[in-house]
T-cell receptor
């Protein structure tokens, strides 16, 4: 089983729609969680951290469910510029806490 | 700071040749990570260093792969001999101790023919 699993998509939604992605992780000792964004042929970049209480950054909301070991990302009022691959990221947990593990990513395409 | 710098940006080589990828992390960052990205397998962690010391190389696919970090400002990933299945984008990333964000270089696109 992969340490971090995501639905690869693609998600193809109209501009203005709300879209949500989920991600599951296998190591219950993981403590840090993030969403990264990767544009085509570019490097991944941090989108937002995910906090236990949930957090919001403009149109983006991230949630963490430790009991079920999943992380979610919600994008409201989607824009054409949101088209990208979204990568779920967790740390290794315990003795490998500094290890950063990426999911395979979920592709999002916003159509006009 | 110029960010994480990788070279070369593109590399095309013949099967059996040695390939060396280079990375300069952001100055002051304690952690350096090497990743490989393919369509089939996504972004895989190969190895990471803390203060120039390899911490976890369990992701290195086989003995043909080796990585070094001789000082805080330079790391290499070497493949010898290279094979067509090594074709991928190789990313280097660095992170400062106590912070969350890993900063990536622009990657090296490797093609082995």
């Amino acid at each position: 089983r992969k340490e971090v699993e995501q639905d690869p998509g693609p998600f193809n939604v109209p501009e203005g729609a709300t879209v949500a992605f989920n991600c599951t992780y296998s190591n219950s000792a993981s403590q840090s969680f993030f969403w990264y964004r990767q544009d085509c042929r570019k490097e991944p970049k941090l989108l937002m951290s995910v906090y236990s209480s949930g957090n919001e950054d403009g149109r983006f909301t991230a949630q963490l469910n430790r009991a079920s070991q999943y992380i979610s990302l919600l994008i409201r009022d989607s824009k054409l510029s949101d088209s990208a691959t979204y990568l779920c990221v967790v740390n290794g947990g315990d003795s490998s806490a500094s290890k950063i593990i990426f999911g395979s990513g979920t592709r999002l395409s916003i159509r006009p | 700071d110029a960010g994480v710098i990788q070279s070369p940006r593109h590399e095309v080589t013949e099967m059996g040749q040695e390939v060396t990828l280079r990375c300069k992390p952001i100055s002051g960052h304690d952690y350096l990570f090497w990743y490989r990205q393919t369509m089939m397998r996504g972004l895989e962690l190969l190895i990471y260093f803390n203060n120039n010391v390899p911490i976890d190389d369990s992701g290195m696919p086989e003995d043909r792969f080796s990585a070094k970090m001789p000082n805080a400002s330079f790391s290499t990933l070497k493949i010898q001999p290279s094979e067509p299945r090594d074709s991928a984008v190789y990313f280097c990333a660095s992170r400062e101790r106590g912070t969350a964000e890993a900063f990536f270089g622009q990657g090296t696109r490797l093609t082995v023919v």
